[in-house]
């Protein structure tokens, strides 16, 4: 598995960005897809997760309400997780990861997720 991010950049307060995560490799083992960020001089957290067949959701506080995460699978081989990220505030940035696992429940930590994609920054400018 090999999880590539795409879509960051530079935004203004109440704008708009959808992130997407592919696994390049097109496993068949991920099925729990997750979005993680990390601002400077904080900790990582966690921001979204999808279990595999999509209708379950798993939210931060912080972006309830803003974003939404959904998946679309392509003959069972290209699966690709998006982070639609909506009314953008200054403290939403950070980079984003993304994440995935064997397990199929959406979960919280990043120590439940095996498999990582490299970061894509989002600035908010304010």
């Known amino acids: 598995v090999q999880l590539q991010a795409s879509g960051g950049g530079l935004v203004p307060a109440g704008g708009s960005l959808r992130l997407s995560c592919t696994d390049a490799?097109?496993?068949?083992?991920?099925?729990?897809m997750a979005w993680f960020r990390q601002a400077p001089g904080k900790e990582r957290e966690f921001v979204a997760a999808?279990?595999?067949?999509?209708?379950?959701?798993?939210?931060?506080d912080a972006v309830k309400g803003r974003f939404t995460i959904y998946r679309v699978s392509r003959d069972n081989t290209k699966i690709t997780s998006y982070l639609q990220m909506d009314a953008l505030k200054p403290e939403d940035t950070a980079v984003y990861y993304c994440?995935?696992?064997?397990?199929?429940?959406?979960?919280?930590?990043?120590?439940?997720?095996?498999?990582w994609g490299q970061g894509t920054l989002v600035t908010v400018s304010s």
């Open positions: 490799r097109r496993a068949f083992s991920v099925l729990r």
């Open positions: 999808i279990n595999y067949r999509g209708d379950r959701r798993l939210y931060a």
């Open positions: 994440a995935g696992d064997d397990d199929n429940r959406p979960l919280s930590k990043a120590g439940d997720y095996k498999y």
